[in-house]
Antibody
Framework: EVQLVESGGGLVQAGGSLRLSCAAS????????MDWVRQAPGTGLEWVGR??????????EYAASVKGRFTISRDDSKNSVCLQMNSLKTEDTAVYFC??????????????WGQGALVTVSS | DIQLTQSPSFLSASVGDRVTITCRAS??????LAWYQQKPGKAPKPLIY???NLQSGVPSRFSGSGSGTEFTLTISSLQPEDFATYYC?????????FGGGTKVEIK
């Protein structure tokens, strides 16, 4: 059974840092792209960023709103992906979801989501 | 960046109704579109990938169609468990973006 479990959420002051982790199980982790998606309270979904799989060089992509502040990394030996968040702003307050994406016709589509981790940034 | 516009943003329907949600892209995204269902307090559930392919385990009353800039998600006969918010997402280029959502409520 595929499982994605986020951890590391919590309350942090603006300007601070936080690191989210996502523990994956039930599949061959190195085959998949992994994304982070967030949802601010009462609003819609926002894609945060992606790490590609081993076959595609573990390269990353980010939304403009987090580029230069957030970093996605993965450790295939531990079946985990992390989101390092620096210089946090109040507008980064959201539930952060870890997701798995599979390849189909050279594009990667999400098929599993974690339960989410709440990050609250106070002023 | 590619913008996705969903319509309507809110929909009131009855059990058994046929429901159609539209997602329009600001530029051609071929068939690189996905649909999700989200219930309050829960993670989104993937429904459709590549515009028209049903994710594993998704009931056949859900279907997706379209290509280019206009896409639709159709629920052929609305069931009580289908009342939720639905989102589209494009995968054509970075950044990947989501539509604003369509909330389907009970009439």
């Amino acid at each position: 059974e595929v499982q994605l479990v986020e951890s590391g959420g919590g309350l942090v002051q603006a300007g601070g840092s936080l690191r989210l982790s996502c523990a994956a199980s039930g599949f061959t982790f190195s085959d998949y792209y992994m994304d982070w998606v967030r949802q601010a309270p009462g609003t819609g979904l926002e894609w945060v960023g992606r790490t590609r799989n081993k076959a595609n060089g573990y390269t990353t992509e980010y939304a403009a709103s987090v580029k230069g502040r957030f970093t996605i990394s993965r450790d295939d030996s531990k079946n985990s992906v992390c989101l390092q968040m620096n210089s946090l702003k109040t507008e980064d307050t959201a539930v952060y979801f870890c997701t798995r994406s599979f390849g189909y016709s050279t594009y990667y589509y999400t098929d599993y989501w974690g339960q989410g981790a709440l990050v609250t940034v106070s002023s | 960046d590619i913008q996705l516009t969903q319509s309507p943003s809110f929909l009131s329907a009855s059990v058994g109704d046929r429901v159609t949600i539209t997602c329009r892209a600001s530029q051609d995204i071929s068939s690189y579109l996905a649909w999700y269902q989200q219930k309050p307090g829960k993670a989104p559930k993937p429904l459709i990938y590549a515009a028209s392919n049903l994710q594993s385990g998704v009931p056949s009353r859900f279907s997706g169609s379209g290509s280019g800039t206009e896409f639709t998600l159709t629920i052929s006969s609305l069931q009580p468990e289908d009342f939720a918010t639905y989102y589209c997402q494009h995968l054509n280029s970075y950044p990947l973006t989501f539509g604003g959502g369509t909330k389907v409520e009970i009439k």
